[in-house]
């Protein structure tokens, strides 16, 4: 190879180059640290090969539609980049040589961009924020329907005590009905705290 | 042949989520997606959902995608 640094195309001879996006999944046990290290490594090889990283996010964990190798979940990180063929290729070599690389896939978004008019959107905070790894948003859900089931639940148990202590207080209201009438007032409570 | 069409018109009364112009078909919307498929996990016919064949090609490589990104399943048992 003459030069690794020039991209081998038409479109550097006109200075422009391609824009693609990458969507990564990796195993669901992936720390912080080898995260930020993935995306740390990627940036390095898109600098060395005269591509640029222009956005990153982290979707968080997910639970995929079917296992792979063995995982129910991942997590999912996304990436913007510009560059040439070649970098999409030597990325992906990459890609494979990481064992918490589930799956890539790699989308031409747009052909003919201009990096000098893109300025990359990439800031410290971002790669930061993409680092982390969030709840998945399906979990979270059904946590929160069973929570409410739960409530629900006890709302109803509630009730049916209120009423079946209601109803025996009645029946023995109707069972004695002079002692009802001359201290129903005082009976009825007396009884509840009974039964509590 | 109407009644049945009325009939089955009013067992699933849907509205397309194309309906909506402002609407891109993403392999990145998987929510989007899974309106156009089966529940077996297969692609549903474009005359099914209404959608035109422009948008049928769209949704059929972006599902695709999704389910290389394990976002939709490939089938469902």
């Known amino acids: 190879m003459p030069d690794a640094g020039v991209v081998h195309s038409i479109r550097s001879q006109r200075g422009t180059q391609r824009e693609y996006e990458t969507v990564l999944v990796l195993r669901s046990q ?3 640290a080898s995260i930020s290290e993935l995306i740390d490594r990627l940036k390095a090889l898109f600098e060395k090969n005269g591509a640029r ?3 990153l996010d982290n979707w968080g964990l997910r639970t995929l539609a079917y296992p792979i190798r ?5 997590i999912y990180l996304y990436l913007k980049f510009l560059g040439g063929s070649d970098i999409v290729r030597e990325m992906e070599r990459n890609l494979r040589i990481y064992d918490d690389v589930l799956r890539y896939l790699t989308v031409l978004v747009d052909d003919d961009v201009d990096p000098a008019a893109r300025p990359s959107e990439l800031t410290d905070e971002l790669v930061e924020a993409a680092s982390e790894s969030s709840p998945d948003p399906v979990e979270v859900e059904r946590a929160r329907v069973e929570a409410e089931r739960k409530a629900e639940l006890e709302r109803r148990a509630e009730e049916e005590a209120a009423a079946k202590a209601e109803a025996e207080a009645k029946a023995a209201a109707a069972a004695d009905p002079e002692s009802a009438e001359a201290a129903g007032a005082v009976a009825s409570p007396a009884e509840r705290k ?3 | 042949m109407r009644d049945r069409d009325e009939e089955r018109g009013s067992r699933k009364t849907r509205i397309s989520p ?3 112009p402002t609407v891109v078909i ?5 929510q989007l997606l899974r309106y156009f498929l089966s529940d077996r996990g297969k692609i549903v016919p474009a005359r099914i959902r209404n959608a035109s064949a422009r948008q049928q090609r769209q949704l059929s490589k972006a599902i695709k995608r999704a389910r290389v990104l394990a976002l939709l399943p490939y089938t469902v048992q």
């Open chain 1, 30 to 32: 992936t720390n912080k």
């Open chain 1, 53 to 55: 990283l222009q956005s």
């Open chain 1, 70 to 74: 063995r995982s129910r979940q991942g």
């Open chain 1, 194 to 196: 009974k039964e509590n």
């Open chain 2, 18 to 20: 194309l309906a909506d």
């Open chain 2, 26 to 30: 993403d392999y990145k919307n998987p």
